[in-house]
C-alpha cells in the first residue's frame, strides 16, 4: 500500500469526521463535501481508536456483517417486487385509461348518454382504485424480512 511521502496518510478512502463522506485524504486536506479539515494517521494510531481504513479491512469496518448468498437473493426480491409495483400500476392505468378515453368519446358522440357516461366515470375510478391497491399490494411485498 502506497503512503504519502510523510507517511501520514493512508492511500485507502477515510470517512470524514463532520459529514461521514469517504474521501482520499492522501490527495486533499479537506472533505469535498464540507470543508472539514482531514484526520491525520497519528490520531488514528492512538490506543482504543479504530484504525483508518484500508483496502483489507474496509468491508470489515463497513458492514454489519458477512453477506450472504441469501442475503443479494433478498435483496433482489426487493428490488423486483418495487419494480413489478410501479410496472403494474402504470399497466393498469394505462389500460383502464385507454377504455376511459374510448368510452369518452363514445358519449360524445351519443350527444351525452347518461348510461355512458356513468360508465366513463365508473370506469375510471375504478381504474384509480384498482391500480393503486395493486400497486400498494406489490410494494408491501418488497418489505421482506
Given amino acids: 500500500m502506497a503512503t504519502k511521502k510523510s507517511n501520514v496518510w493512508n492511500t485507502a478512502p ?45 468491508p470489515a469496518l463497513y458492514s454489519s456483517g458477512e453477506t450472504t448468498l441469501e442475503d443479494l437473493v433478498r435483496a433482489q426480491n426487493r428490488t423486483t417486487h418495487a419494480v413489478r409495483a410501479f410496472v403494474r400500476f402504470l399497466f393498469i392505468q394505462l389500460t383502464g385509461l385507454t377504455l376511459v378515453f374510448f368510452l369518452w368519446n363514445l358519449f360524445l358522440e351519443t350527444d351525452g348518454n347518461g348510461f355512458v357516461g356513468f360508465l366513463v366515470l365508473v370506469v375510471w ?21
Fill in 14 to 58: 477515510v470517512p470524514c469526521n463532520q459529514c461521514g463522506r469517504f474521501y482520499r485524504a492522501d490527495l486533499i486536506s479537506k472533505c469535498p463535501g464540507c470543508a472539514a479539515i482531514s484526520q491525520s494517521k497519528a490520531e488514528f494510531d492512538k490506543p482504543n481508536n479504530v484504525q483508518p481504513p484500508t483496502i483489507s479491512n474496509f
Fill in 125 to 145: 375510478l375504478g381504474t384509480v382504485v384498482w391500480s393503486s391497491a395493486a400497486g400498494w399490494d406489490e410494494l408491501n411485498k418488497s418489505n421482506i424480512d
